[in-house]
């Protein structure tokens, strides 16, 4: 159980471009989901906190018109990377928590992205 | 001062020793303590997760936690080359809604 899909699990695009990562609760409804960033051999940096229906809340540092992210349903959650650069190249993973709030996160495979 | 502190390692054993992987915390209020594996390249996977003080076991994996100390350890037992990986401590209080994680401790279990 508590299965977390994420895709793609690999995307290559040229600078400029808009990219989408779906991230999606399988057998769990999520009420509250993550998107974290990690670089090479380092630790997950939490970007932002989406609840379903309502807007992330993003840490401080991250551009939210950057990095949109959408929570439309307690199984789906989208981050849209908008005008792709190459410093945006990275891993980025979300998770999810089951409804209610309690109990771990669940963590998706990633997407590892890379702007040419 | 980071609220989870946790060696990074790395850490290497010969295949069949007994692993020890520890954190410190600073927050009195947490509540709430994860072990993630996470492989190369792969998402973090949930090993245990144990509320409040004791311990819990699980296979060859058995956690620890001591709130008095705010020290919590991870042991696996038996080691196999498959556990090579970095593991991940976290936890968070009863109302946070994201949970504060380790940097991570690199583990290499030699055949």
């Known amino acids: 159980g508590a299965v977390v899909s994420q895709h793609p699990s690999w995307v290559i695009c040229k600078s400029g471009t808009s990219v989408k990562i779906e991230c999606r609760s399988l057998d769990f409804q999520a009420t509250t989901m993550f998107w974290y960033r990690q670089f090479p051999k380092q630790s997950l940096m939490l970007m932002a906190t989406s609840n379903e229906g309502s807007k992330a809340t993003y840490e401080q540092g991250v551009e939210k018109d950057k990095f949109l992210i959408n929570h439309a349903s307690l199984t789906l959650s989208t981050l849209t990377v908008t005008s792709a650069h190459p410093e945006d190249s990275s891993f980025y993973i979300c998770?999810?928590?089951?409804?209610?709030?309690?109990?771990?996160?669940?963590f998706g495979d990633g997407t590892r992205l890379s702007i040419l | 001062q980071k609220e989870v502190e946790q060696d990074p390692g790395p850490l290497s054993v010969p295949e069949g020793a007994i692993v020890s992987l520890n954190c410190t915390y600073s927050?009195?209020?947490?509540?709430?303590f994860m072990w993630y594996r996470q492989y190369s390249r792969k998402g973090p996977e949930l090993l245990m997760y144990t509320y409040s003080s004791g311990n819990k076991e699980d296979g060859r994996f058995t956690a620890q936690v001591d709130k008095s100390s705010k020290y919590i350890s991870l042991f696996i037992r038996d080691s196999q080359p498959s556990d090579s990986a970095t593991y991940l401590c976290a936890m968070r209080d009863t109302n946070a809604g994201k949970s504060t994680f380790g940097d991570g401790t690199t583990l290499t279990v030699k055949p």
């Open positions: 998770s999810a928590r089951a409804e209610g709030g309690v109990g771990p996160q669940h």
């Open positions: 927050n009195s209020a947490f509540q709430y």
